[in-house]
């Protein structure tokens, strides 16, 4: 599976993962439950978190290309009113994603508009803003259902799709690696594997031949390379499962440097 997903696909994931979390939100023991991978949040405030922002990336994306968020944008999330009940806060969240999915519709994959990502890989549109959107929403559906006790492996299609999107855009600047050039390679199980190159130029992703892949040439051994399913990846990278939950080669330190580096922006 190389193609990564388009625009209709990340509106269907949108769709999809928001309602994994209510399912999730409606069947835990309570809204004051602690969530196990964001210990400072309760359930509500996950719930929050996320409903929260589906309003502001809809403000967002409506507003158009901009240097910075819109005022309005800025104003809802201040303001912002959520439901204290289980069923009211259910609803609240499957309206807060059609906003959402109606702003993303209403605007196209190619409408420009702020992101918090300018100098990434990742594009400053509509598109890209659907495209974070949807491994956000996976990986809070998965952090509600780990909550409830049934956590539940992300689908393959988002996960695959995740984790270039996470070095897109989480890890690609053009702020020097303060640290001696080296790269992380990515291999999920699924056969997509990805390279993060860092050095005085910054960081930038480009894939990479799968281990063992009969077509393309073998890239030399990267300074770490971690290996796992796609969706492990994704939660790895997203700092929901430890680093000895997947197979490593190379030098495990190098992701502490990683994991800690704050590159100017």
Known sequence: ??????????????????????????????????????????????????????????????????????????????ALVVPQEREELVAWLAESTQLLLNALREAGPEAGCWTWWPVSQSPVTAGGVARHRVQETAVHAYDAQLTGGAPQPLPVEVALDGVEEFLFTCCATPSAWPHEPTSFDFHAAEGRSWRLTVDGDGARTTPVAAPGSTTGTDPDPAGAAVHGTAGELVLFSYDRIPLDSLRLDGDAALFGLLRSWEPAE
């Open 1 to 78: 599976m190389q193609k990564n997903l388009d625009f209709s696909d990340l509106l269907r994931w949108i769709d999809d993962r928001s309602a994994a979390l209510r399912a999730a939100v409606a069947a835990a023991p309570g809204l004051d439950t602690k969530v196990p991978t964001c210990p400072e949040w309760t359930l509500f405030d996950l719930a929050k978190h996320l409903g929260g922002g589906d309003r502001f990336w809809a403000e967002i994306v409506a507003a158009g290309p901009a240097d910075e968020p819109s005022a309005q944008a800025a104003a809802g999330r201040a």
